[in-house]
């Protein structure tokens, strides 16, 4: 039998699986020990810091877990993937010289040490947990 049946499990064992901090896996946690207390009782034995996000080394986190490099990449050489391969490297090599040019261009017209995105986000953060003691 399997533990995890249904999607409403399934989608609490993702929710778990995804949380920064303690407070919040606990209580999805006591979440999948009322849908089914056998999946709980496997999820507690098994190591959570190999599992869970909040408990992995801080230097892996990252708001997103996916980041799809090669499609990226494959839409960038799309319309050269079927040319000589000297041909496609000049062509990736032109694409990917012209993207750090125009992103060095960008930031030149930024102030300050943080970037914009992660300075909105520490703004927001900031704001958020104005009132933690």
């Known amino acids: 039998m399997s533990l995890f049946l249904g999607g409403k499990l399934h989608s609490l064992f993702f929710t778990t699986t995804n949380v920064y901090n303690d407070y919040a ?3 999805a946690m006591e ?3 009322k ?8 999820m507690m034995e098994e190591q959570t810091h190999l599992w869970t996000r909040y408990k992995f080394d801080t230097d892996l986190k990252a708001p997103g877990n996916t ?3 090669v499609e990226s990449f494959n ?3 799309e319309k050269y993937r079927y040319k000589p391969i000297f041909t ?7 694409k990917f010289m012209s993207t750090i040019v125009k992103r060095a261009e960008i930031c ?3 102030s300050g040490r943080v970037v914009p995105k992660i300075k909105s986000l520490l703004t927001k953060l900031e704001l958020d947990n104005r009132c933690c003691k």
Do not use: G, R, S, V
């Not at 496609?88 to 032109?94: H, V, Y």
């Open 67 to 69: 980041i799809n490099f």
């Open 108 to 110: 030149q017209e930024w």
């Open 75 to 77: 839409e960038k050489i």
């Open 88 to 94: 496609l490297l000049e062509a990736i090599i032109e």
């Open 25 to 27: 896996h606990a209580k």
């Open 31 to 33: 979440k999948i020990k």
């Open 35 to 42: 849908e089914n207390p056998m999946a709980y009782n496997y």
